[in-house]
C-alpha cells in the first residue's frame, strides 16, 4: 500500500548527481519553486547536509551504474510522493585527454556512469510516465555533446551518446504525452574542472601538446572563472519544466550557442563542398 505524501506539489522531480554541483543546484531551485525533488546520489547524508530536511525533500542513495538500485530508488520516490513528473539525468563526470591517451580502464568507466548509468535510470523511471501519460525527461549533454573537441574526445562521445538517445527518446515518448529535452550547457562556474568530477588521463603524449595539451593548461586557468552562473542554469531548469512544449535541445550559455552556429556553418559548407561525390552513390534513377 503506497503512502506517498499529500502536499501539493506543483511536480515531483527526479533529480541524479543531486549531492553538489548543478545538481544540488536545480534541487534547491525547484524545492523553491514549490516542486517536491527526490535528490540521489552515491552519499544521501551530503544531500541531507546540503539542501537540509524538508517535507518536499526525499534523499535517495544511488549509484546510476546499479540498474538495482535504479529501481529501487524509484519505487522510494513513486512511495513517497504519487509519482515522477521530471526526471533530470544529471549524474556524470568529465575525462580530459586525447582519445590515444584515454586508457581503456577509464573509457569503460566514463561509458558506465554517463550512458549506461543514465540508461538506468531513465529505464526505471519511463514506466512511471508512461502510465501518468506525462512527463519530462531531462539529459544532461554538453557544450562537447554538439560540437567535439580536441582533449575531451571519449566524453564527448559520451554525451554524443545522449544526444542520439534522447533524440530517440523526443520520437518515441512524445505520442505518449512524455516529452525529452536536451540542455547543452557550456563552461559554467562549479566544480567540473576539480578532481572530484573530472579524470586527466595520465598516459600524456608529447605529439598532442598543442591540442589536448593546451585544454590541459586552459583548464587549470578557467576553473571557477568560467562564464556561466550555475544559479541561472538552475532557474532556466525551472522554467524548462514550465513549459507546455519544452524543445528537443536548450543550449545554455553564449558559448554553446556559438559553438552550435560554428558547428553548423561547418557542415553547410563542407557538405555543400562534396555534395557531388556524396549524391554519386545512389542508384541511377
Do not use: G
Given at each position: 500500500m503506497s503512502n506517498f505524501t499529500k502536499q501539493p506539489f506543483k511536480r515531483v522531480w527526479f533529480i541524479t548527481g543531486a549531492s553538489r554541483g548543478l545538481g544540488a543546484?536545480?534541487?534547491q531551485a525547484a524545492i523553491d519553486d514549490g516542486n517536491a525533488v527526490v535528490a540521489t546520489g552515491r552519499n544521501a547524508a551530503a544531500i541531507i547536509e546540503r539542501l537540509g530536511?524538508?517535507?518536499?525533500?526525499?534523499?535517495?542513495?544511488?549509484?546510476?551504474?546499479?540498474?538495482?538500485q535504479a529501481r529501487a530508488a524509484v519505487e522510494a520516490a513513486v512511495e513517497k510522493f504519487g509519482r515522477i513528473d521530471v526526471l533530470v539525468n544529471n549524474a556524470g563526470f568529465g575525462l580530459l585527454a586525447a582519445v590515444e591517451e584515454s586508457s581503456d580502464a577509464d573509457v569503460r568507466r566514463i561509458y558506465e556512469t554517463n550512458v549506461f548509468g543514465l540508461l538506468n535510470v531513465t529505464r526505471s523511471v519511463l514506466p512511471v510516465m508512461r502510465k501518468q501519460r506525462s512527463g519530462h525527461v531531462i539529459n544532461t549533454s554538453s557544450i562537447v555533446g554538439y560540437q567535439a573537441a580536441a582533449g575531451v574526445g571519449v566524453y564527448s562521445s559520451t554525451k554524443f551518446a545522449v544526444e542520439g538517445i534522447t533524440e530517440a527518446l523526443h520520437a518515441e515518448l512524445k505520442p505518449l504525452g512524455v516529452y525529452a529535452t536536451l540542455i547543452e550547457p557550456g563552461f559554467f562556474r562549479t566544480d567540473f574542472l576539480d578532481a572530484s568530477s573530472l579524470v586527466v588521463g595520465?598516459?600524456?603524449?608529447?605529439?598532442y601538446a598543442d591540442t589536448s595539451g593546451k585544454l590541459r593548461r586552459l583548464a587549470v586557468e578557467i576553473n571557477h572563472n568560467q562564464p556561466g552562473d550555475p544559479a541561472k542554469l538552475a532557474a532556466a531548469l525551472v522554467r524548462l519544466a514550465d513549459a507546455p512544449e519544452p524543445p528537443l535541445r536548450l543550449p545554455l550559455g553564449t558559448d554553446t550557442l556559438k559553438a552550435i552556429a560554428e558547428k553548423n556553418a561547418y557542415v553547410t559548407a563542407e557538405t555543400e563542398t562534396w555534395k557531388a561525390l556524396s549524391a554519386s552513390t545512389d542508384f541511377p534513377a
Open positions: 543546484l536545480i534541487a530536511e524538508s517535507p518536499s525533500l526525499l534523499s535517495v542513495a544511488l549509484d546510476v551504474t546499479d540498474e538495482a595520465k598516459n600524456i603524449i608529447d605529439d
